[in-house]
């Protein structure tokens, strides 16, 4: 059973970068995509961006000025970086693993999702 | 404001069903067959329910269906139980950018 795991900083002074790393168990990181998606409080979900194994990336354009993917395929690990924060990203932010078949004729959807993790940017 | 609409709340009984609408565009929903539905309970992380429009994970009651008309996909909760209480939101794939957009969400509350 495929597990995720979110870590890294609870508080994020405005301005800055928020950091989080999703560590992935019961499964190898390779041959498939990974994605981050947030939720502000009592708000939707937000998809961020996605990385595949090899390290190619698609981000939200909302974002995209401002947003880093990267993946650690010896650690079974990818992470995010989000820089210039503003209150407005507070959020809880969840990693995900995308389901695409491989001749890319079905799937695109999250089918495994870590607990996610609040982030509050405040001074 | 979310790129695929939603109902903000339905309501049902135990044991009646639900329908939940999610209408998006050409580029979304109408276009690909790459709807999914996900339920998300109070601070938990969001479970997928349906996928490619009508498919269900292996462990998800066949209670929940998913289907599609032109731009506007559905979810239909049947013999509503009190567990099913929660919240739900669709997404679809896009053909342009952000390659994934969400619903809004939809306050399912069984009375």
Redo the contacts between chains.
């Keep these: 059973q495929v597990q995720l795991q979110e870590s890294g900083p609870g508080l994020v002074k405005p301005s800055e970068t928020l950091s989080l790393t999703c560590t992935v168990s019961g499964g190898s990181i390779s041959s498939y995509y990974w994605s981050w998606i947030r939720q502000p409080p009592g708000k939707g979900l937000e998809w961020i961006g996605y990385i595949y194994y090899s390290g190619s990336t698609n981000y939200n354009p909302s974002l995209k000025s401002r947003v880093t993917i990267s993946v650690d395929t010896s650690k079974n690990q990818f992470s995010l970086k989000l820089s210039s924060v503003t209150a407005a990203d507070t959020a809880v932010y969840y990693c995900a693993r995308v389901l695409i078949a491989a001749a890319g004729n079905g799937g695109y959807y999250f089918d495994y999702w870590g607990q996610g993790t609040l982030v509050t940017v405040s001074s | 404001q979310?790129a695929l609409t939603q109902p903000a709340s339905v309501s049902g009984s135990p044991g009646q069903s639900i329908t939940i609408s999610c209408t998006g565009t050409s580029s979304d929903v109408g276009g690909?067959n790459?709807v999914?539905w996900?339920q998300q309970h109070p601070g938990?992380?969001?479970?997928?329910m349906i996928?490619?429009v009508s498919n269900r994970?292996s462990g998800v009651s066949n209670r929940f269906s998913g289907s599609k008309s032109g731009n506007t996909a559905s979810l239909t909760i049947s013999g509503l139980q009190a567990e099913d209480e929660a919240d739900y939101?669709c997404?679809s794939?896009t053909s342009s950018?952000?390659?994934?957009?969400?619903?809004?969400?939809t306050k399912l509350t069984v009375l």
């Design positions: 979310s690909y790459y999914s996900y938990k992380a969001p479970k997928l996928y490619e994970p939101y997404s794939y950018s952000p390659l994934w957009v969400f619903g809004g969400g």
